[in-house]
C-alpha cells in the first residue's frame, strides 16, 4: 500500500443546510435561531437548527419544547424538502464548474477528488476558497460551508467538521495522525455509542490508542476488517471503501397526539409505506419482505413480518400494509392510542438482479398485467412528486 503523501480529497459540508436555505429565501429569519420541523406538530423534533439558535443549546433531535424554553424567540419553519433538493441541484452544478464530484454523501454533503494540479497545499486551499466564494454569490450569501482536504474521504470529512461554521481544514499528510489527537473517538464517523463502547471495553479510550493498535489488533478490537481499514484511514492512506448493500429501507414517525386513533393512524402508516415504496424506486431496489412495528401510548409493542412477491410496487405493498394492520386489530382487540409507527421493507434484492418466473399460468398473466399497469402509475406519481414536491 502506497505511503499518503499528498493532498487527494477534498469534503464540502453545507452548514446547517436545511435552516440556512429558509433563511436564504425568507428575510425575516435572517440573524435569527431558526428549528426547521418535519411535521406540523408540537410533539416532534428539530431536524435542522441555525447556528443562532444551536448557541442556545438547541440541536438536531431538540424537541419543540425543549427548544422553545432554551430560546423563547426561536422560529419554528416547516421542513420543505422539495426546495432543499432544488437548492441541492445548484450547489451541485455550482460545485462541478470547478471541481469534479466524486460521491454525493447526503443531501449536504458531497466528496471531491483532487486533480493533481490541486495537490499543492496552497493551490488545495485556494480552490477551496474559489467554491465557498461562487456559492455565496451564485447560490446564496446565506448558504456556508465547511471543507475538509487531506488524502482520503474519512480525514477530509473529519476535517471539514473541525472548524464550523464556514470553514477550512487542510490536515497535511505528515501531520496525521497526530492531528487527529485532539479529537474524541465519537468524533470518527462510524464510531456511535455501541462501538465507542466496545471499543472503551477493549482499552481504546482515545484516537492516540486506536492509533497506536496495530492494524489486526484494530480489526480484532473493531470486531471486523472494518476495524484495519479505519487505522489505516486514520494513518492517511487512501483505502478504497468496499461496495455496500442495502439490507433495510423504511420510515418511522411519532405520532402527534391528534393523530393517534386507529384510523387516522393507519393513514400515517400508508403514508410511511408509500415514502419507503419510492425509495425503493429510486434506489433501485425490490423488497420479499414488510414489517409494521407499532408501539402504543402506554408502552405496549407490535411487531411482524409479512413475506410478499418480489416488488416494488406501492399498490401491493399498501396492500400487503392493510393485511399487517388488520393483524395488529387482532392482537389488541380493543381501540388503542398508537404513538409510534415503523414501516420497513427487508430481503432487498437489486432491481436489475431480479429474475422473471418462465412458468406462470393464466392467473399469473393476468395478475401481471395489473402490476404493468400499476407499476406505470409508480412512476407517474414517482414524476410528479419530485416534480412539484414530496405528497403532490
Request: aromatic share 8%; glycine share 4%.
Amino acid at each position: 500500500m502506497q505511503q499518503p503523501n499528498e493532498l487527494k480529497t477534498l469534503f464540502i459540508d453545507m452548514n446547517s443546510y436545511f435552516a440556512s436555505v429558509e433563511q436564504q429565501l425568507r428575510p425575516e429569519l435572517r440573524d435569527k435561531p431558526v428549528i426547521v420541523i418535519p411535521t406540523e406538530t408540537r410533539a416532534t423534533c428539530a431536524i435542522a437548527a441555525s447556528y443562532e439558535a444551536k448557541a442556545f443549546g438547541i440541536k438536531t433531535n431538540t424537541s419543540v419544547w425543549e427548544a422553545e424554553k432554551l430560546c423563547p424567540d426561536v422560529k419554528i419553519v416547516l421542513a420543505r424538502h422539495d426546495v432543499y433538493v432544488e437548492f441541492h441541484h445548484k450547489i451541485m452544478d455550482e460545485i462541478n464548474r470547478h471541481i469534479p464530484i466524486e460521491k454525493i454523501c447526503s443531501i449536504d454533503e458531497v466528496s471531491c477528488t483532487l486533480p493533481r494540479r490541486y495537490r499543492d497545499k496552497s493551490k488545495a486551499r485556494d480552490l477551496a476558497k474559489l467554491i465557498k466564494q461562487k456559492i455565496h454569490q451564485n447560490v446564496g450569501e446565506y448558504i456556508h460551508c465547511s471543507i475538509g482536504i487531506a488524502s482520503n474521504r474519512l480525514l477530509a470529512k473529519m476535517a471539514s467538521d473541525m472548524n464550523k461554521p464556514n470553514g477550512l481544514t487542510i490536515l497535511d499528510p505528515q501531520d496525521i495522525p497526530d492531528a487527529l489527537y485532539k479529537l474524541k473517538l465519537e468524533d470518527i464517523p462510524g464510531v456511535g455509542r455501541n462501538m465507542k463502547e466496545r471499543l472503551n471495553h477493549s482499552g481504546v479510550w482515545s484516537i492516540y490508542d486506536f492509533c497506536a493498535l496495530q492494524p489486526k489488533q484494530a480489526r480484532k478490537v473493531w470486531g471486523s476488517v472494518e476495524g484495519e481499514r479505519f487505522w489505516y484511514r486514520l494513518h492517511g492512506y487512501d483505502v478504497p471503501s468496499r461496495p455496500t448493500r442495502k439490507t433495510m429501507i423504511g420510515h418511522s414517525h411519532m405520532l402527534a397526539p391528534e393523530l393517534r386513533e386507529e384510523p387516522t393512524a393507519r393513514l400515517v402508516a400508508r403514508r410511511l409505506c408509500s415514502k419507503a415504496a419510492a425509495r425503493l424506486r429510486r434506489t433501485q431496489y425490490k423488497t420479499s419482505c414488510l414489517r409494521l412495528s407499532i408501539r402504543l401510548d402506554n408502552g405496549e409493542k407490535w411487531s411482524r413480518d409479512l413475506n410478499v412477491s418480489l416488488t416494488d410496487n406501492s399498490f401491493c405493498l399498501l396492500s400487503s400494509l392493510d393485511a399487517l394492520w388488520m393483524l395488529m386489530n387482532q392482537h389488541f382487540g380493543r381501540a388503542v392510542s398508537i404513538k409510534k409507527i415503523a414501516v420497513c421493507f427487508t430481503k432487498l434484492r437489486e432491481s436489475d438482479r431480479v429474475t422473471q418466473d418462465l412458468f406462470e399460468d393464466d392467473a399469473a398473466n393476468n395478475n401481471q398485467a395489473y402490476l404493468e399497469r400499476t407499476q406505470k402509475l409508480c412512476g407517474t406519481i414517482d414524476n410528479v412528486n419530485q416534480r412539484f414536491g414530496r405528497d403532490s
